[in-house]
């Protein structure tokens, strides 16, 4: 069975232009979820979508937002890109609503931002 | 306040030594996880638990709800294990996960 996956693996942009950020969940898994893990920081819950819904976010700007998908796939979005997003990006999956169910990891999206 | 405390932040090993990661949150949980990242950023969940003790291989973790306290422990330990072993708690009056700040251990052949 494949694992959540996520791309680009590696993303260079300058300030003031957008991400974009993809996540692919582990089949069956509805729940998706974004953190981020800023350089000498630990991780951050970013957002968290459920059947194509945002049930919960962060404390980031709007500049971070995001959606999913019918096939649940998911994308992170961020405007407006300053220095301090520069960050590696995960992404998870769970299988039911709820952050307290296992939630499995993929490998990470690595944004510099110059 | 929502809190995780994580302890030690590094830890050094030697092959085959008994290793002890623990962590300590402030109020109560409804689910506590662990998580080990690789050089390189890939995560994976090792454990989620809400009482009582798991075993995984070499991997056993353990939680004391009243203490509000939970231990990895990685039995013969191997380089291979060498990573930043993350709690995350759940805590009941949240929806999201709170993250420890890591314990990174090395292991030495």
């Known amino acids: 069975e494949a694992g959540v996956t996520q791309s680009p693996t590696h993303l260079i942009k300058t300030r003031g232009q957008q991400a974009t950020l993809r996540c692919s969940p582990i089949?069956?898994?509805?729940?998706v979820y974004w953190y981020q893990q800023a350089l000498g920081l630990g991780l951050q819950f970013l957002l968290w979508?459920?059947?194509?819904?945002?049930?919960n976010r962060g404390n980031f700007p709007p500049r971070f937002s995001g959606r999913q998908f019918p096939n649940y796939s998911s994308e992170l979005n961020v405007n407006a890109l300053e220095l301090e997003d520069s960050a590696l990006y995960l992404c998870?999956?769970?299988?039911?609503?709820?952050?307290?169910?296992?939630?499995?990891f993929g490998p990470g999206t690595r944004l510099t931002v110059l | 306040k929502n809190e995780v405390e994580q302890s030690p932040q590094n830890l050094t090993a030697q092959e085959g030594e008994f290793i002890t990661i623990n962590c300590s949150y402030s109020?109560?949980?409804?689910?506590l996880h662990w998580l080990q990242q690789h050089p390189g950023g890939g995560i994976v969940s090792l454990f989620m638990?809400?009482?009582g003790k798991k075993k995984h291989g070499r991997l056993i973790a353990t939680i004391n709800i009243q203490e509000k306290h939970s231990s990895l422990h990685i039995t013969a330990s191997h380089p291979r294990d060498s990573a930043v072993y993350i709690c995350?708690?759940?805590?009941?009056?949240?929806?999201?996960?709170?993250f420890g700040t890591g314990t990174r251990l090395q292991v030495f052949p």
């Open positions: 998870a999956s769970s299988p039911l609503a709820g952050e307290n169910n296992e939630q499995f």
């Open positions: 979508y459920d059947e194509g819904e945002e049930r």
């Open positions: 638990l809400s009482s």
């Open positions: 089949s069956g898994h509805t729940s």
């Open positions: 995350a708690v759940l805590f009941y009056n949240t929806d999201k996960l709170i």
């Open positions: 109020v109560g949980i409804s689910a």
